[in-house]
């Protein structure tokens, strides 16, 4: 899944982010979402999240899909 919509999130997914000073080279951080920050149900470039790292981006891709919730 490509992280463009909230309701495909929950905290505790594993996920690829970019942030936004690596946002021309592209480079993805991985981590574990504490929070979803973006409101709307859609983003085109990606729901924005917390990270447990606290590193902050939008979703590029969702590593672990969890069917429950």
Same mark, same amino acid.
């Given at each position: 899944?490509? $992280?463009?919509?909230? !309701?495909?999130?929950?905290? $505790? =997914?594993? %996920? /690829?982010?970019? =942030?936004? /000073?690596? =946002?021309?080279?592209?480079?993805?951080?991985?981590?574990?979402?504490?929070?979803?920050?973006?409101?709307?149900?859609?983003?085109?470039?990606?729901?924005?999240? !917390?990270?447990?790292?606290?590193?902050?981006?939008? %979703?590029?891709?969702?590593?672990?899909? !969890?069917?429950?919730?």
């Amino acid at each position: 899944m490509d $992280g463009t919509r909230r !309701r495909d999130l929950r905290p $505790g =997914q594993l %996920v /690829a982010i970019v =942030q936004k /000073a690596d =946002q021309r080279s592209g480079v993805l951080t991985i981590g574990v979402v504490e929070d979803i920050l973006t409101s709307k149900e859609t983003h085109s470039r990606g729901i924005k999240v !917390r990270l447990e790292s606290g590193e902050i981006g939008r %979703v590029r891709e969702i590593l672990d899909v !969890r069917t429950d919730g």
